[in-house]
C-alpha cells in the first residue's frame, strides 16, 4: 500500500511539473537561468556588420522630426561612396514625404545599384490574412523589401525570434538577417536569435556622424550596415534575453551575426529537465531502502548543478538551449516527496513504536498474553469475577538445566494453550504465574472441581524442542469480587499457600483475608513503630558452661503495639527485612544496645543480630562505628550475629565488610548454625569466631544420635579454632552435658529468660557475686 502511494505521488509530481512548464508558470525563472548562460558565453561576432543609430545626439544635431529623405539619399551616399557592401534601412519608408525629398532618395536607392534594401513590416487582419507595409512603389521599384518583423514569446513578452520570410498575394519577402547572409542552408520559418554573441562587439555608429564625414571610411568599408532608430524618443525598443532593453536595429543585427557565424540556437525547452526528473524519481522508488534526507539533499543539488552544467556546455558546444527550471523544480518536487516519505516513515515507526509500546505496557512481549499490568488496567465489572492462578513448578531448575530457550518455548506453548481455554482474560502475572479470568456463577463446589480439573489438564509431559518435560502445576483461585487486583492478590496468597502446604489447588479463605489485613496494618503500623517508642530492647544472657559467670547478653527486639499487644519477631522482622525498613530498624538497635551496655556493672559483650539484608542495604561498618563512638563501648565488647532469613548474596563484599569489623575488634558468630540456608561452606567463606548452635539440636534432643550430632558439631567448630554457644538450654543436666562436650557458652530459660535492660543489669550484679546454681 505504501509502494503504491509513493509511485502514486511520484507520478502526480510529474504530472504536474508537465503542467507547469506547458503552461508558461516556468517560464520566468527559465528566464532568468537562460540569462545566466547566456552572459557566460561571449561569442564574438563576424565583424561584418556595421550599425548606423538614429541615436538622441543626432536627432539634437538635425533639430527636426521626420527628417527629410535628403538625409537618408546623404547618408546612402556617403556609405556608398565609403565601400559598403550592402545598407538596410529598419525604417519605415511605406509612406509619402514631399516629391522632391521622395525623388531625391529614390534617385541615391538607384545609385546603390540594388545593394540598398528597405524595411517591410507584416500583420495579421482581422480576417487572418497577412498585409504588408511595403515601401512606396518609387522606392520598391530600385530597392527590394526585407522583412522587420520580431516574434515575442507569449509566456515572458520577451523578443526571442524572427520569421524569416513572409507572403501575401504580392509575393515572398526575406527577413533582412535573412537577405543580408543569405545562408546556404534551408530555414525554419522562425529563427531563434542567439543572444550569446557579445552585442558590445558589434560597430555602432552614430547617424550623424556618419553623415557629417566624422567616422573612417574603413570603418564602414566591405561592411554590411543596418540604419535604424535608438534613441529613446522614437520608442523602437524590444526586451529580449541577457541584453535586457535593446533597440530594434540591434536586434536585427544579432539576428544577422546569428546567420553569419552559422550559430542557430536549438531549443529544445523544459523536456530534458522533466525527463531527468522522472528518471531520477524512478529510480528512487525502486530503491528498496529509504533514502535519508542528507543524502537526498546533496543527491539533488549535485543533479542541480550538474543539470547546470551541463545546460551550460551545451549551450556553448552546439548552442543547444536547455531549459532548466523543470530540473530545478522537479528536484524540488522529488525532495518535498522525500521529505514527506520521510516523515510518513517516522510516522508509521512513531505509530509502529508506539502500538509496540502500549502492547508491552499491558501484554508480556514472550507469550502475548495480557502482563499484570494489562490485567489489573481492566476495568472493574458490574460482575462478580473468579481468577485462578496457575503456576509452573520447576522453571529454574530446567532453565538450568536445559536452557533459557526451551524454557521460553515451554512458557510459549503453555500460555497458547491458556489463550484458547475459553477464559474472558488470560494473562502473565510473573514469570510462572498465568491467571485465567472469568464470570463467577456463585457455585464453590464447581469452581473447586474446574480448578482440579484445570490443575491436572495443564500439569504432564509437555514436548519442546525434542525434550519430553513433565510440568506440575499449583493452582490457586478466588471468587466473589468484581475488582482483579482484589482477586489476584487473594489468590497469590491462596497458592503461596497450596505450595506451603503441599497441596495441588487451594482457594483463598476468609481466614487468608484476616491474615492478609493483619500483615498489611503491621506494614503500615511498623513504619511508624520507631518514632512512636513501640519497639524496645531485652537481653538473655549468655553464660560460660565451665565457671557459670555472666560473660554476654544477646539482644533482642519486641514490639509491642497499642492495640494488638506483644507482637512476635517472628513476625515482624520477616516483614522488616521485606520491606527494607529493617535498615532503619538494625540501626537503631546497634545503637541502644551499645548504650546501654555502657551502663552495665561489669564489661560483658554484648551480642547484636544483624541480617543479611543490613550487609546488601546498608553501610555496616559506618552504622557500627557511629554506634560505638556515640555510646563509647570498646569495639571488643560489641559481637554481630549474622542471622539467617535468606542466603547471603555477594559473599564476596559480605566478607570483605567482615574483615574490616574484624579490623575494628568487633566479633562474629553465626546465629543458628544448621538450620535454614547455613552450610559446612560457612566455615571456609566467612572469617566468623563463634558457632551458634540452633536450639532445635538442644532442645529437641531424642537419644543418642541427636547426642552424637550436637557433639559433631561442637567438635568440628573447636579443630577449628571456632568458639561454640548453645541455646535453648532449659535445665541442668543439659547444661552439664553440653559443658562435658566442650561447648564454650550456653544460653536459655535455665539460666534466665530475656528482661528487660534494668532488671538484667541487677541480674548481673547479682550473679557475678555468686555462680548461678
Not at 310 to 339: E, N, P, R, V, W
Amino acid at each position: 500500500m505504501r509502494q503504491l502511494i509513493r509511485w502514486s505521488a511520484a507520478l502526480a509530481a510529474m504530472l504536474a511539473l508537465w503542467a507547469l512548464a506547458q503552461g508558461g508558470m516556468l517560464a520566468s525563472l527559465d528566464s532568468r537561468l537562460g540569462d545566466w548562460r547566456l552572459a557566460g558565453h561571449a561569442i564574438a561576432p563576424s565583424g561584418n556588420t556595421v550599425v548606423v543609430a538614429i541615436d538622441s545626439q543626432s536627432l539634437e544635431e538635425v533639430g527636426v522630426w521626420p527628417w527629410p529623405r535628403t538625409l537618408y539619399a546623404s547618408l546612402l551616399d556617403r556609405l556608398m561612396d565609403a565601400g559598403a557592401d550592402e545598407v538596410a534601412f529598419d525604417i519605415d519608408f511605406s509612406s509619402a514625404s514631399n516629391t522632391f525629398d521622395d525623388a531625391i532618395f529614390a534617385a541615391a536607392l538607384e545609385r546603390a545599384g540594388g545593394y540598398a534594401w528597405l524595411a517591410a513590416f507584416a500583420q495579421a487582419e482581422a480576417n487572418g490574412t497577412m498585409a504588408f507595409a511595403r515601401p512606396l512603389s518609387e522606392f520598391a521599384a530600385v530597392a527590394d523589401p526585407v522583412l522587420v518583423n520580431v516574434l515575442l514569446d507569449p509566456m515572458t513578452a520577451r523578443a526571442r525570434s524572427i520569421p524569416t520570410a513572409a507572403s501575401d498575394d504580392e509575393g515572398t519577402i526575406p527577413a533582412l538577417a535573412v537577405q543580408l547572409a543569405r545562408p546556404a542552408d534551408t530555414l525554419p520559418e522562425v529563427l531563434d536569435i542567439d543572444f550569446g554573441i557579445d552585442l558590445s562587439a558589434i560597430e555602432r555608429l552614430s547617424f550623424t556622424d556618419v553623415l557629417y564625414g566624422r567616422v573612417d571610411p574603413a570603418i564602414l568599408a566591405g561592411k554590411q550596415v543596418l540604419v535604424g532608430a535608438s534613441a529613446i524618443e522614437l520608442r523602437d525598443f524590444f526586451t529580449v534575453p541577457r541584453y535586457g532593453v535593446i533597440p530594434g536595429p540591434m536586434l536585427q543585427a544579432l539576428a544577422l551575426e546569428t546567420l553569419k557565424i552559422g550559430r542557430i540556437p536549438d531549443n529544445w525547452g523544459s523536456a530534458p529537465g522533466i525527463f531527468v526528473t522522472a528518471i531520477l524519481g524512478f529510480a528512487l522508488l525502486l530503491r528498496r531502502r529509504r533514502l535519508s534526507i542528507p543524502f537526498a539533499a546533496l543527491l539533488f543539488v549535485v543533479t542541480a548543478i550538474f543539470g547546470e552544467a551541463l545546460a551550460f556546455f551545451a549551450y556553448g558546444q552546439s548552442g543547444i538551449m536547455i531549459d532548466t527550471a523543470s530540473l530545478h523544480i522537479g528536484l524540488t518536487f522529488l525532495f518535498g516527496l522525500a521529505l514527506a516519505d520521510n516523515g510518513y516513515h517516522h510516522f508509521l515507526a512513531r505509530r509502529t513504536a508506539q502500538q509496540r509500546l502500549e502492547f508491552l505496557a499491558t501484554h508480556d512481549p514472550e507469550t502475548g498474553l495480557l502482563s499484570r499490568q494489562g490485567l489489573l488496567d481492566r476495568p472493574d465489572t458490574n460482575v462478580r469475577l473468579v481468577l485462578v492462578l496457575l503456576q509452573i513448578q520447576g522453571l529454574d531448575e530446567l532453565r538450568a538445566t536445559l536452557g533459557h530457550e526451551v524454557v521460553e518455548r515451554l512458557l510459549v506453548r503453555f500460555s497458547h494453550r491458556l489463550a484458547h481455554a475459553g477464559f474472558q482474560q488470560t494473562a502473565r502475572t510473573a514469570p510462572a504465574n498465568f491467571a485465567l479470568v472469568d464470570m463467577d456463577d456463585g457455585d464453590s463446589d464447581r469452581l473447586a472441581a474446574a480448578v482440579r480439573q484445570l490443575q491436572g489438564e495443564y500439569s504432564g509431559i509437555y514436548t519442546v524442542a525434542g525434550h519430553s518435560l513433565h510440568v506440575e502445576v499449583l493452582a490457586g483461585y478466588a471468587a466473589g469480587s468484581r475488582s482483579r487486583t482484589e482477586l489476584l492478590n487473594q489468590a497469590e496468597i491462596a497458592l503461596i499457600q497450596a505450595r506451603t502446604n503441599r497441596m495441588a489447588t487451594r482457594g483463598f479463605t476468609p481466614a487468608d483475608q484476616v491474615a492478609l489485613d493483619r500483615q498489611g496494618r503491621l506494614d503500615r503500623d511498623l513504619r511508624q513503630a520507631l518514632d512512636r517508642n513501640q519497639l524496645h530492647l531485652v537481653f538473655q544472657p549468655q553464660v560460660d558452661l565451665r565457671s557459670r559467670r555472666i560473660t554476654g547478653a544477646e539482644t533482642l527486639l519486641r514490639w509491642k503495639h497499642p492495640e494488638l499487644g506483644m507482637i512476635s519477631p517472628a513476625e515482624f522482622i520477616p516483614l522488616a527485612e521485606e520491606t527494607g525498613l529493617i535498615v532503619d530498624i538494625g540501626r537503631w538497635v546497634m545503637w541502644a544496645a551499645c548504650e546501654q551496655a555502657m551502663l552495665w556493672p561489669e564489661p560483658i559483650t554484648v551480642a547484636v543480630n544483624v541480617s543479611p539484608v543490613q550487609f546488601q542495604q546498608a553501610d555496616m561498618m559506618a552504622t557500627v562505628e557511629a554506634a560505638l563512638r556515640r555510646s563509647g563501648l570498646p569495639a571488643s565488647r560489641l559481637e554481630l550475629e549474622i542471622t539467617e532469613s535468606e542466603r547471603i548474596a555477594e559473599p564476596g563484599r559480605t566478607r570483605a565488610v567482615i574483615g574490616r569489623l574484624q579490623e575494628l575488634g568487633v566479633r562474629l558468630s553465626i546465629d543458628d548454625f544448621g538450620t535454614g540456608y547455613s552450610s559446612l561452606s560457612y566455615f571456609r567463606d566467612l572469617p566468623f569466631e563463634i558457632v551458634k548452635i540452633d536450639q532445635s539440636f538442644v532442645r529437641g534432643r531424642s537419644g543418642p544420635t541427636d547426642d552424637a550430632l550436637l557433639a559433631g558439631i561442637i567438635g568440628l567448630a573447636h579443630s577449628l579454632g571456632k568458639m561454640t554457644i548453645a541455646e535453648g538450654i532449659e535445665d541442668e543436666a543439659t547444661a552439664a552435658m553440653l559443658a562435658k562436650m566442650g561447648c564454650t557458652l550456653g544460653q536459655g530459660y535455665h539460666f534466665s529468660r530475656p528482661i528487660p535492660a534494668a532488671d538484667f543489669a541487677a541480674l548481673l550484679s547479682e550473679a557475678n557475686k555468686r555462680a548461678i546454681g
